[in-house]
Structure formats: C-alpha cells, structure tokens
Nanobody, 124 residues
C-alpha cells in the first residue's frame, strides 16, 4: 500500500522560499503521477502543481506559475515542490497525492492516495 508523507512546511515571511517534499513508502513512485494540492481555511482544496511519471509532463495553477517548481526523483522516491516569492495568499495546508497515470493531472477526483498534509504559513 502506497503511503505518502509531506515535509518542509513552516512559517516564512512574504517573498521567502520553502521546499516541500513528498516521500513515498510501500511502493515505487515510478508508475504514479503526483500532485501537490492546498487547502486554505474556509476554501476548497485546489491543485497547485502536478507531474506525470516523466518529469517532462507538468502542470501549474496560474497563481503559482513562475514561482513554484515541481520535480521528482524516482530513485529517491520523492517529489518536491520548490516555492519561491511566497505570498500571504499561499498560506494553506499542502498535500501531496498520487495516482496511476502517465501524464500530469491536477484533478482532485483522479487521485487515490493522499498524505496528511504540511502547514505553510506566509506572514510577516
């Protein structure tokens, strides 16, 4: 059974950076597309960035394009989300999720496996 654990969240000032990591156990991520999602208080969970089984297939929400970068290391069984130029509106719980697909998808209903989430707070 695939299990996902997120790490790297925390408190950062506006304009700062954080790097989130999603580590998998129980199965290789080689066959899974991975998505990073976030949920702010009172809001629905939304797709932030997603990557297919090959690093060339990626998607980004318009709100994070040019600031966030998703990458995967199949040898380490991890998928990272580098977040730069963070803004207060990026504050949310960030989740990684996995689904057996070749290409990137940021549709919530496509995902079968979810991590517990990591809190990201952007505040001065």
């Amino acid at each position: 059974q695939l299990q996902l654990v997120e790490s790297g969240g925390g408190l950062v000032q506006p304009g700062g950076s954080l790097r989130l990591s999603c580590a998998a156990s129980g199965s290789s991520l080689n066959y899974y597309a991975i998505g990073w999602f976030r949920q702010a208080p009172g809001k629905e969970r939304e797709g932030v960035s997603c990557i297919g089984t090959r690093s060339g297939s990626t998607k980004y929400a318009d709100s994070v394009k040019g600031r966030f970068t998703i990458s995967r290391d199949n040898a380490k069984n991890t998928v990272d989300l580098q977040m730069n130029s963070l803004m207060p509106e990026d504050t949310a719980v960030y989740y990684c999720a996995a689904t057996v697909r070749l290409v990137a998808t940021c549709a919530l209903h496509d995902y079968n496996y979810w991590g517990q989430g990591t809190q990201v707070t952007v505040s001065s």
